[in-house]
């Protein structure tokens, strides 16, 4: 595309693309925007060098003014969206990219792969959040997918509101807390279970969780108390018919003098297997494949679509665009987006304003519903906004995410797969 672009001399036209979901995965209520930061960082450092050149040229792939323009290539345009950690839903301008035709294409593939892989995971991570009711919850699906994508999702997942990972790379990246328990394979590794209990508490002190389900389960809990004493910060269940034998696994803690000593259970979990142990006693919970593949929608279907041209000139005028085709009608025009809330601080839509030149709601005040903007800038003359970047984003991101979510109506909740639980509003 840049290459035909630039002969027939539309490359350098200013252009404005739109990222934008049609709907959210899964059918779920509500959607969490997560990667932004990476994108921002993505792009800061988009470059082609002399190896990717190279190969270029020699596979014939572009010609050699294209080469020449990658050689050159940096974003120097801007961009404005969603704070990462926002909630989205259908229709909700996520990321607005303005630059030339060329500089702003080229970077499809690097924002859609980031944004729709961590979308993915910080929507279905919320869920669980949500499901596990105030009870921690920790990210350790790094040996279920890419080992890329394990530090990524790990960010994701924390941004959505788990407490820890188990991937050290994304504690010394991104700042997340990290944590871990022994494997079944340190215990069969000794020559008793109880051997295996006393090298770690050994090692570790009295506050660590032992595994106590490699045997057998009851006797796995006396034996943790005896080696631990009543002060054994936790116990690890990793199998089993878990409503059952999380009862019994308390009420033998209890009667062992161990009441202060946690139980966490990471069998298999997702959103519903953690709502089915609401009423069990459960501390926290440690969730692996489910939530790093977006627990079956590992991809939140954003695009990437032109929405305006430029007419010739610096002063021309705007033109919206979008494709007509069957099922996936576009709404051209630059955008941002709006969250009407009520007077009782509960959102009550998603207010999408068609032309970003445009007033928002005029009724606004008058009818009780304000709107809370939700488009800002993200980066000015390819330059990052830099409270969106490393560590200290990551953490803005979960701290605005958990102000969001608390704006949601109760059905936004419900685990069923159901409607948006905002409509999107058109002005």
């Known amino acids: 595309m840049i290459e035909a672009a ?15 979901g049609r709907r959210l995965p899964g059918d779920r209520r509500y959607g969490v925007l997560a990667g932004t930061g990476r994108v921002l960082e993505a792009i800061s450092r988009f ?13 014939r792939v572009v010609d050699d003014a294209t080469l020449a323009w990658l ?7 801007s961009i404005e969206g969603y704070r990462e950690g926002e909630l989205y839903f259908p229709g909700s301008p996520l990321m607005t990219v303005r630059g030339s035709f060329a500089e702003a294409v080229v970077l499809e593939t690097v924002v859609l792969s980031i944004l729709n892989a961590d979308t993915a995971v910080a929507t279905a991570a919320a869920r669980m959040v949500s499901a596990a009711d105030g009870r921690s919850v920790a990210e350790m699906g790094s040996r279920r997918t890419g080992e890329a994508s394990a530090v990524s999702a790990a960010r994701a997942a924390y941004i959505a509101g788990f407490g820890a990972t188990s991937n050290l790379e994304a504690g010394r990246r991104w700042g997340i807390p990290t944590m871990g328990t022994a494997a079944h394979a340190f215990t069969l590794l000794h ?17 660590t969780t032992l595994l106590v389900d490699t045997y057998d389960v009851r006797r796995g809990v006396e034996t943790a108390v005896r080696v631990a004493g009543t002060g054994l910060g936790a116990v690890r269940l990793d199998s089993g018919d878990l409503p059952t034998l999380v009862r019994q696994v308390r009420a033998r803690l209890d009667e062992l003098g161990a009441t202060s000593t946690r139980i966490t259970v990471t069998n298999d979990l997702d959103e519903h297997a953690i709502a089915a142990l609401s009423g069990a006693p459960v501390d926290s919970f440690g969730v692996g494949t489910a939530v790093v593949t977006g627990a079956g929608s590992p991809a939140a279907g954003f695009v990437y679509k032109l929405v305006a041209r430029r007419e010739a000139g610096s002063d021309g005028e705007w033109t ?30 998603e207010h999408v304003v068609v032309d970003d030149d445009r007033d928002g709601m005029p009724e606004a005040g008058r009818t009780g519903i304000e709107p809370r903007g939700l488009t800002v800038p993200l980066m000015v003359d390819g330059e990052a906004e830099p409270s969106a970047l490393g560590a200290a984003g990551v953490r803005a991101a979960r701290e605005h995410r958990a102000a969001a979510i608390a704006e949601l109506p109760p059905e936004a909740f419900r685990l069923a797969r159901g409607e948006p639980c905002l409509p999107t509003v058109y002005r």
């Open 6 to 20: 630039l002969r027939s001399g539309r490359a350098h036209r200013e252009c404005v693309f739109e990222v934008f």
């Open 320 to 349: 919206p665009v979008a494709k007509a085709s069957s099922g996936k009608v576009g709404r051209g025009g630059a955008k941002r987006g709006e969250r009407l809330i009520g007077p009782d601080g509960i959102a009550r839509a």
């Open 47 to 59: 470059r082609f060098g002399r190896a990717e050149l190279d190969w270029l040229a020699d596979e």
């Open 191 to 207: 020559d008793s279970e109880e051997e295996a209990f006393r090298a770690q508490v050994d090692s570790l002190g009295p506050g």
């Open 71 to 77: 050689a050159d290539y940096r974003f120097t345009g």
